[in-house]
């Protein structure tokens, strides 16, 4: 029996990381891993508020999206049924397209950096991914890509905002690097050579 891994895919909004998180999963198919691919915001009704909050259906303060995070991801991990803790019981590779390192990215630009990491502090401590993956890629070309893709721009989806998003990612990364695996890999290549290298990290897990 193959042993079971859980994987967190990271980076600003375009940087890859659904494409990424598909590779992944067929490459650990093909190691022999059932896998489970699942995102956050999750499409709960926690995740469904989230979403409307992003995309101005709905007004909500910095404070009470980060609130909103830290209940989502719990539930993420905690449903009965589907949460990400039962799906690894039951031997699935789980890989989540974000989970706590996108609030302390994200909500870290609203808020104090150490409140958002107490304030998920349960989820962390829950479970901490087995490898954290950064996609990097610079802010311009995410901006192009999104653009490209979507005809309306989701709430922290703007250049000035990525870019400090970008550099809060770095700083959690310092402040957290003796208790998270982290493995940062250039997204500026093709899709193919992205996922060659996130699995040579990958592989020294197996
Ligand atoms: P994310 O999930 O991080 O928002 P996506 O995987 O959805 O990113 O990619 C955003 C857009 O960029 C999509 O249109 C996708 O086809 C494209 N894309 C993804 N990876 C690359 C890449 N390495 N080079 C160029 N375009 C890419
Ligand atoms: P996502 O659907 O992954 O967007 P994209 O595919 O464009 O990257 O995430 C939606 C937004 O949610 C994105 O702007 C990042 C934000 N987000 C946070 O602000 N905090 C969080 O903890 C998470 C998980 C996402």
């Not at 992944?24 to 198919?29: C, G, M, V």
């Not at 709430?155 to 998003?165: A, D, F, G």
């Not at 998270?180 to 996130?198: C, K, L, M, Q, R």
Request: charged share 25%; aromatic share 10%.
């Amino acid at each position: 029996m193959k042993k079971n891994l859980f994987i967190a895919l990271e980076g600003i909004d375009g940087s890859g990381k659904s494409t990424q998180a598909k590779f992944l999963a067929a490459n650990f198919e093909k190691e022999g891993h059932k896998v489970y691919l699942t995102c956050e915001p999750t499409d709960g009704p926690i995740g469904a508020m989230i979403r409307s909050i992003f995309n101005h259906k709905m007004e909500a303060d910095h404070r009470v999206i980060a609130g909103l995070f830290v209940a989502d991801r719990l539930e993420h991990l905690l449903n009965k049924t589907h949460g990400i803790l039962k799906k690894l019981d039951e031997g699935f590779t789980v890989i989540s397209d974000r989970y706590c390192f996108s609030s302390y990215a994200y909500q870290g630009v609203h808020m104090s950096l150490d409140w958002v990491i107490e304030a998920n502090s349960l989820s962390a401590e829950l479970l901490r991914p087995d490898l954290n993956i950064f996609i990097d890629v610079d802010p311009e070309i995410s901006m192009v890509r999104l653009n490209k893709g979507r005809d309306s721009i989701e709430l922290y989806e703007t250049l000035e905002n990525l870019k400090i998003v970008k550099d809060k990612y770095f700083e959690a990364f310092k402040k957290l690097n003796s208790k998270e695996n982290i493995f940062i890999t250039d997204g500026n290549y093709s899709p193919e050579v992205i996922a060659a290298n996130i699995w040579k990290g990958v592989s020294q897990l197996l």
